[in-house]
């Protein structure tokens, strides 16, 4: 199947278009003509091959939704025209221990990933900032006409990424939750935070940034470089999510838990983390990590968001700003989420 989208051909050149093959779908395949791609800021650590092992040439993203342009013969919850979605997975083992339990994305035999990874037979496989995209049924997820499409698609990363772990640690009524960093990813984590009740601390290094934390759900704003406001709150929080992907001062969170509280890290810095005994043996610190939801969840998720009428804060742009995209991301300028509009992708 022939295929058209922006590819790098290795860690220091740019986004490019790229003409390249996808497999010819078979009986279990859904085939989604892409709309609307976000940008992640994993599709630049992988870009730039900042995390290691990065394939080139890379057509990234994994935050896609369109319409569905064909199925399979044995494709039963999908038909042409519907609204779909493909995230961050595409292939994983379905007999292991965890995938049996709904865990798809800590398949025993690894989570092959939209792009930048290899299937179980060896094909590369190639993401979002393309035309279309083919991918099992079973990975592929049903999207509410309800909701802004565009706004949808960084539901599918930076949204479960952040719903799984605050449904794990059941966060709800009656909670005190910390949300370090406002962005892409911070930003759904205190919307979601917000909407399941809980009372909700957004910790920020920008003073710029309060009043949109209190617009988005914040019941309060700490500026994370006031020492005295942080030791204020030590010692009360019960779960932290922490959505910052630069090196920074992990003891300082752990030390604002109270007895059996948990801070879990969403956000990837590119560098190991230091972390003192005493913030964890302390009242029983928990430090955790979690990465995006399975395919039940993410589902799950994306019909809260339908109820609850939960998108993401985009900004809107075409092919031709990937660049200028990539360096706004990583100088953290954006609110909060860009998403690639598929009609300015031009073969």
Known sequence: MKSFGFAAQSKTAPLTPFHFDRREPGPDDVVVAIDYCGICHS????????????????VPGHEIVGR????GSQVTGFKPGDLAGVGVTVQTCMACENCKAGAEPYCTKGMVGTYNAKTYAGEVTYGGYSDVIVAPQHYVYTISPELDLAAVAPLLCAGITTYSPLRH?????????????????????????????AHVVQFTTSESKAADARRLG???????KDESAMARHAGSFDFILD?????????????????????????????????????????????????IGGMKETQEMLDYCAEQ??????????????????????????????VLDGKTLKR
């Open 68 to 71: 569905v342009s064909a199925v």
């Open 169 to 197: 640690w059941k966060v709800g009524p009656n909670k005190k939750v910390g949300v370090v960093g406002l962005g892409g990813l911070g930003h759904m984590g205190l919307k979601f935070a917000h909407a399941m009740g």
């Open 43 to 58: 599709d630049i650590h992988q870009v730039r091959d900042e995390w290691g092992g990065s394939m080139y040439p890379m």
């Open 243 to 291: 959505c910052v992907s630069a090196t920074h001062d992990l003891n300082a969170y752990l030390n604002l838990l109270r007895l059996d509280g948990t801070l879990c890290l969403v956000g990837l810095p590119d560098h190991p983390q230091a972390v003192a005994p005493f913030s964890l043996v302390t009242n029983r610190h928990s430090l955790s990590g979690s990465m």
């Open 218 to 224: 914040a019941d309060e704003v700490i500026l994370s």
């Open 309 to 338: 009428k939960i998108v993401a804060d985009i900004e809107l742009i075409g092919y031709d700003r990937l660049e200028e995209a990539y360096d706004r991301v990583v100088k953290g300028d954006v609110k909060y989420r860009f």
